[in-house]
């Protein structure tokens, strides 16, 4: 069986995003710092530390130094909601920052390998303002995450966002350390059932794979679907998993083999 | 096989491969989306979609009947011009400078169009007749407005395709085209340096350079290579009568901006004029470099038997086809 990965969600809380906005309007447009990853985005992806290595409110830089410790920055006393918000997490917080994707801007797909629970750091969203606009997708999985609300994403995996509304996308980032408290409130960690490599590895699963590809061939809808990520094991995933929901039973090392064949065949493809 | 139930389901999808299976000849398509081919050549746009999981696990593959469905509900541009030339002689920086203009759709040297071409070559029964056929069909496939604002669309032919510019004109007899060459020592020394596939017997049949296989491995590479580029020049020559411009590698950069677009009946905007110079201020196959005219340093290099090759086969057509060029009317 394919292993069951948390990639995200929801915890329960429900924060005001009226009074989320009210703070927002506390930060002056000086106060936005543009996003030290260059490589990452196209357009203007900034933000605002509440909290941060060294208590800078320009330093959005979420890791830090044994020697320099997490501390609030002068901006979080201007933020009288958050600062009440964020008392309720009964666990060590590292960074906290406002994080801006503007209008028409894109971060392309990566991974942040340090983060989730395999890592032991969690990072948390609370959207503030955003837009239907947005397409967020998380191990190829497309997430709608509105206003208020507060997610747990494990962006070790692959993702990418694309802000193509009219409006920018703001969100409160914040960073935890992991604890029991967290914990709890996460389902139960399922990603420690790994796959067996010997399971239900019956003849047929490959030609099963086969025909689901014809049937992807024939639906652009399935095609796009497919074509939302560009890393292998995400894709891996949600190949297998679009499978299933249709009821062809292939398993990832069959689509792995099926990868491995075709970058083969397409690298020989002259020698007739 | 036949997969493909509705054609409509081409959309954004490119011929990648043109091949024989059983005897029938097929097209993969490889989706491309919406995407400009910026790279030097074809298949390096190609190549780079290729890394994509998605590509690697669904290419379309159809008989080739399926590019005349697709013409007929997607017909896409019609080609404003064409590039044939002789190799490394500078029509890469042409092509680039092509591509610097961002409603031009510029396909350079791509695979499915060669192997359209050559078609005779793996199936002895193909007819010139099918081979103009499926050389329009796969022509319009690649011609699409890729970005949906394309309005010209450029081709740079495989060098040896030059020899197939009978048959090219059959099947586009009002596209406007160009014949870029260079002083045969200075191809030579690049040729001898890092060979194209056309100069490897038996990567490309040497049977399309009038020689056979015996006659191809008996001759010293300096030999084989003057004799093919020499083929290549004579069919340019001869055919030039007929139309066409001849350019010579010492005319470029300028003679792009100043005259080809002009020829190609391209309106530019000063912009657009800028754009084009800029590129030629760096080298067409290594951006990070500046395009410098390397004739002397080429020259310098040629061996003995290089010059006595060219001296022998080479030298006489390229001397025609600079007394026709000069014959030629200006295209400034």
């Known amino acids: 069986m394919s292993a069951k990965i948390i990639s995200s969600f929801k915890l329960p809380f429900n924060f005001d995003s009226e009074a989320l906005r009210a703070d927002l309007n506390q930060i002056c447009p000086d106060d936005w710092v543009a996003h030290f990853n260059q490589d990452y985005f196209e357009g203007e992806w900034s933000g605002v530390a509440l909290r941060s290595a060294g208590g800078d409110s320009r330093q959005l830089y979420s890791r830090t130094a044994p020697e320099i410790s997490f501390a609030d920055t002068p901006i979080l006393q201007r933020c009288q909601y958050v600062r009440e918000l964020l008392t309720q997490f009964q666990c060590t917080l590292q960074s906290v920052r406002f994080l801006k994707l503007s209008t028409g801007s894109q971060i392309r797909e990566h991974r942040d390998y340090d983060l989730g629970v395999k890592g032991g750091q969690l990072r948390l969203h609370i959207p503030i303002t955003t837009n239907p606009e947005v397409q967020f997708f998380l191990d190829a999985h497309r997430l709608e995450l509105k206003a208020g609300e507060c997610w747990y994403l494990d962006l070790s995996l692959p993702h990418w966002v694309e802000n193509r509304g009219a409006t920018d996308r703001i969100h409160l980032v914040i960073d935890c350390e992991l604890n029991d408290w967290l914990r709890d409130l996460l389902p139960p960690d399922e990603s420690i059932e790994s796959e067996s490599n010997q399971d239900d590895k019956d003849s047929s699963s490959s030609e099963q794979l086969q025909l689901f590809r014809q049937t992807v061939l024939n639906d652009l809808k399935l095609q796009q679907r497919l074509r939302q990520t560009d890393d292998r094991e995400s894709f891996i995933r949600l190949l297998v998993g679009l499978g299933r929901e249709l009821g062809y039973r292939f398993n990832a090392a069959d689509a792995d083999n099926a990868l491995r064949a075709e970058q083969q065949a397409w690298f020989e493809r002259w020698i007739d | ?332």
């Open chain 2, 1 to 332: 096989m036949d997969r493909l139930t509705n054609v409509t389901q081409l959309e954004g999808w490119v011929p990648a491969r043109f091949y024989w299976r059983e005897g029938k000849p097929i097209v993969d398509w490889c989706y491309l989306g919406r995407q400009s081919f910026e790279a030097a050549f074809f298949e390096q746009t190609i190549g780079k979609c290729m890394t994509r999981p998605f590509n690697l696990l669904f290419r379309q593959q159809t008989p080739i009947e399926v590019l005349e469905e697709w013409h007929q509900i997607r017909p896409g541009l019609k080609p404003t011009g064409f590039i044939f030339h002789m190799s490394r002689c500078g029509s890469t920086l042409a092509s680039q400078m092509l591509t610097a203009i961002p409603t031009n759709v510029v396909i350079s040297e791509a695979r499915p169009i060669d192997s359209t071409l050559r078609a005779q070559f793996t199936s002895t029964e193909t007819t010139d007749d099918q081979r103009i056929t499926w050389l329009r069909w796969m022509v319009s496939a690649l011609g699409q407005r890729w970005l949906g604002a394309e309005r010209h669309f450029f081709i740079k032919f495989d060098a040896w395709n030059t020899l197939d510019l009978p048959l090219i004109r059959q099947a586009f007899p009002e596209v406007p085209w160009i014949f870029l060459y260079r002083d045969p020592v200075e191809v030579l020394v690049s040729h001898m340096n890092n060979r194209g596939a056309h100069m490897i017997p038996g990567v490309l049949s040497p049977n399309l350079f009038g020689m056979d296989f015996q006659t191809a491995f008996s001759l010293p590479p300096e030999d084989y290579c003057t004799k093919v580029l020499a083929s290549i020049c004579t069919a340019a020559f001869e055919y030039c009568r007929y139309g066409g411009r001849l350019v010579n590698y010492r005319q470029l950069p300028d003679v792009v901006p100043e005259a080809l677009l002009k020829y190609f009946n391209l309106r530019c905007s000063d912009d657009e004029i800028a754009r084009v110079r800029a590129v030629a201020k760096r080298d067409a196959k290594d951006p990070s470099a500046i395009f410098q005219n390397d004739s002397q340093k080429k020259r310098d290099k040629a061996t003995g038997a290089i010059r006595a090759a060219a001296d022998k086969w080479l030298y006489p057509v390229f001397e025609n086809l600079e007394a026709a060029r000069q014959e030629q009317p200006a295209i400034t």
